[in-house]
């Protein structure tokens, strides 16, 4: 028997189980955020003080904005922007999902910068070439690579171009699938190195830089670095789990998924941070090393202790793995914008999207090289698309979006979609709607305009 198919809305392709919404939403959201960024953003503002503000950002509005998220997403059965054209017909809330796409834009061309990094790194993992370095030379080494005219942006054109191939093959074809094989090589991959890092001499140093808190070191500045990083962590305030949520089917529980991949992202940064802080204590690095600290730091770490060799690729091909399921979410929220808003296949989507992207992100990676003179404010062009997109488009982003949830979709048809049509008890629903409607919010706002100077405390 031939299928029927509605002609009205074409079948759309969708995760194909539980499971594997779980794997691509944690692909997604567990990436070189939570192995890369966090380490070195908590490293520069102070340390334990800092992790305890990120994990109550994660549960009080974290949580409730990917919930928000993954309802408008299989409300609407649309892109971002579709998804907010659809829901809230001839109003303007289709332009967070514009802001949702140009975020996207900005977030991979840098993102997928340093994706490229790693793939330099495995390839020098490989030639051994760390061994008998002294610490300047390995400052040197990436300082030189980085500020090379051709390298960075060959390795970024060679990351989209991994970036492009899955998700030219579809949702369950290409993002699910290698979610589900990628996903499980990488908490093996950082348990094997979180036990290797506790069990060096002087571990404990690092321990307690991460996990004793001291408050001294907090600023309007340190709390907003916390929200924005727990927003880029997360993969949260620009539609990628708006897109994602649309592919989930209506059997699925909602919030039970968002609870499990919040939580997976928030244990993986820990797990992140126990890998390398002792590590670099045990060594005595400078921890507020920026982007340069899994780069310089831990291969200096790996050259001096036994087996160093097979843990250093071991770590850059973790690093390659996180950032591959991340940066195929991330174009995903355009090739869906493009395929279903401009009506291209996801053919065509897909090779516009990444072309269009590369242009930018050539810039970005090429930000330490022949592209170094463009600087506002003190940083580069790769610094401001990392601070813009994380610290200010995605808390805005976050904003609109609980608010949209709150009070515009309001009670009804938020219970309809997280008990699936009733057949769930939403329990939730209560403290879900009191959290999107006053406390995601307020606080977004308040941490937004105090980290931007518009109000002190
Ligand atoms: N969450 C990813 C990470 O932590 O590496 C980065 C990211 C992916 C940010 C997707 C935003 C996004 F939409």
Redesign the pocket.
């Known amino acids: 028997m031939i299928p029927k198919v509605n002609v009205d809305s074409p079948r759309r392709d969708s995760f194909t189980s539980n499971i594997g919404v779980i794997a691509a939403a944690a692909g997604?959201?567990?990436?070189?955020?939570?192995i890369w960024r966090f380490p070195y953003v908590l490293g520069e503002n102070g340390g334990g003080a800092f992790l305890f503000i990120y994990l109550a950002f994660v549960l009080g509005i974290g949580i409730p904005v990917m919930l928000s998220e993954f309802t408008i997403g299989r409300r609407a059965q649309r892109n971002p922007v579709g998804s907010f054209k659809k829901l809230a017909p001839k109003r303007p809330w289709f332009l967070i999902g514009v802001m949702g796409v140009i975020a996207?834009f900005m977030?991979l061309s840098f993102?997928a910068a340093v994706a490229g990094w790693t793939l330099e790194y495995i390839y020098q993992s490989v030639t051994n070439s760390f061994a008998g370095k002294t610490p300047d030379q390995l400052g040197e080494m990436f300082e030189d690579f980085r500020m090379g005219s051709w390298r960075p942006v060959i390795w970024f054109l060679v990351f989209m171009l991994f970036t492009a191939a899955i998700v030219i093959s579809g949702v369950q074809k290409g993002i699910e699938k290698y979610s589900k094989i990628l996903m499980p090589i990488l908490l093996i991959i950082l348990i094997i190195l979180g036990i290797r890092a506790v069990t060096l001499p002087g571990a404990g140093a690092g321990l307690s830089f991460l996990f004793k808190p001291d408050f001294s070191k907090i600023t309007a500045g340190t709390i907003l670095e916390a929200l924005g990083q727990a927003f880029?962590?997360?993969?949260i305030g620009?539609g990628?789990l708006i897109t994602y949520g649309s592919y989930i089917q209506s059997r699925d529980n909602l919030a039970n998924t968002a609870i499990s991949v919040s939580l997976a992202d928030t244990f993986i940064a820990v797990l992140a941070g126990i890998a390398i802080f002792p590590a670099v204590f045990a060594f005595g690095i400078d921890p507020a090393a920026e982007e340069g600290l899994v780069f310089i730091t831990l291969p200096n770490i790996f050259q001096q202790m036994a087996g160093g060799y097979f843990f250093s690729l071991l770590f850059f091909i973790l690093l390659a793995v996180a950032a591959l399921t991340?940066t195929i979410?991330?174009l995903e929220v355009v090739v869906a914008y493009f395929s279903e808003e401009l009506n291209l296949s996801r053919k065509k989507a897909t090779i516009i999207a990444a072309l269009s992207i590369s242009l930018l992100g050539i810039l970005a990676s090429a930000s330490w090289g022949w592209f170094d003179k463009v600087t506002i404010s003190g940083r580069n062009f790769f610094g401001l698309l990392n601070f813009t997109s994380a610290n200010i488009l995605l808390p805005v982003g976050g904003f609109f979006i609980v608010i949209f949830v709150g009070w515009f979709l309001g009670k009804n048809q938020v219970r309809d979609e997280i008990s699936n049509k009733g057949t769930l008890k939403a329990r939730i629903l209560g403290v879900f709607m009191f959290l999107v409607r006053f406390i995601a919010p307020i606080a977004i706002a308040l941490v937004f305009l105090n980290g931007i100077g518009i109000i002190k405390f």
């Open positions: 997604s959201a567990i990436g070189l955020g939570n996207a977030i993102y880029f962590s997360l993969s620009m990628t991340s979410s991330v």
